[in-house]
């Protein structure tokens, strides 16, 4: 064996042991390289779930009607590029950058989306499963999904106000809302557990970012939902209102038809698959 090859199977080996001696400075940058054990990322979340979770009725409806509002940014501005945009063949890979929006204001403003929810406050109950916490996340569920539909419902409806979005643009956002809504139950389903899992991803991935990474991997997670054309329960109930009021679609129809399958798959992909293979990262370690 060669001499590099002795040292370098010195270092592997004697690495505890201080072989390579580093400043403080050099020992600093890396621990800032160092990757986050899945451990520490899961106790980071598994503790703002457990905040979530004892959060009072008021704010998480508050926040989470401010969620549904700020998630329609999604569609907006979707709608925009899709209206503006020239109809060429890149033109849906542009205007898909256009539904970041909406969840870079939700993530970065920390409100309350339920999607979000499939994961953070899933954590803590499978570490401590039981009546009272089960009680405690359906709370949270039922209380946060209710607020960002009503929520949607308010954008949509000041959306639909041709004082408050151009005619062009309007059109725009319901074709776009009228491709969604042409989706069966069962694709409604299909689709929603992939954007579930990718959801869910990004909640676990953002405790590793900071600064421009984590508008990176936001902007970057929601185009892939966007431009895969998933199922996204709350983004797609602002497309869906916004064709119940312009008169195009039932209400009550859509919320069966379209809104329930798509909450199934989230909460398939994000809960049932998801926060599952999280947690079995960790098991032994409970």
Avoid at 110 to 134: H, K, S, V
Avoid at 219 to 225: E, P
Avoid at 226 to 247: D, I, P, Q, W
Wanted: aromatic share 8%; proline share 5%; with cysteine.
């Amino acid at each position: 064996m060669s001499r590099e090859g002795d040292e370098a199977r010195s270092i592997e080996i004697d690495e505890g042991e201080d072989e390579i001696h580093l400043d403080r400075q050099e020992r600093e940058l890396v621990e800032e390289h160092a990757e986050v054990p899945s451990e520490v990322v899961y106790e980071a979340i598994r503790r703002a779930g457990l905040h979530e979770l004892g959060r009072p009725v008021s704010g998480l409806g508050w926040s989470g009607v401010a969620a549904g509002i700020a998630l329609s940014l999604s569609v907006l501005v979707e709608g925009a590029l899709h209206a503006l945009l020239p109809d060429a063949g890149w033109r849906p890979l542009v205007a898909a950058f256009g539904y970041s929006i909406g969840f870079l204001v939700v993530v970065q403003a920390r409100m309350q989306l339920f999607t979000e929810n499939t994961i953070t406050p899933i954590l803590p109950f499978f570490l401590n499963p039981g009546w009272g916490m089960l009680g405690r996340l359906l709370r949270l569920w039922g209380v946060v999904l209710v607020a960002n539909l009503l929520g949607c419902a308010v954008a949509a409806w000041a959306m639909s106000l041709p004082e408050v979005v151009p005619p062009d643009i309007e059109a725009g956002m319901r074709e776009i809302a009228r491709a969604y809504a042409e989706l069966t139950p069962a694709e409604q389903f299909l689709r929603g557990i992939p954007a579930g899992f990718v959801i869910a991803a990004l909640v676990w991935i953002l405790p590793r970012q900071d600064g421009s990474g984590e508008v990176l991997v936001i902007v970057m997670l929601t185009w892939t939902i966007a431009v895969a054309e998933m199922s996204h329960v709350v983004a797609g109930s602002t497309k869906l209102f916004l064709l119940a009021f312009a008169g195009e679609l039932d209400a009550g129809e859509a919320l069966l038809r379209d809104v329930a399958p798509a909450l199934a798959g989230n909460v398939l992909g994000g809960t049932g698959i998801f926060s599952a293979l999280a947690y079995a990262q960790v098991r032994e370690r409970v």
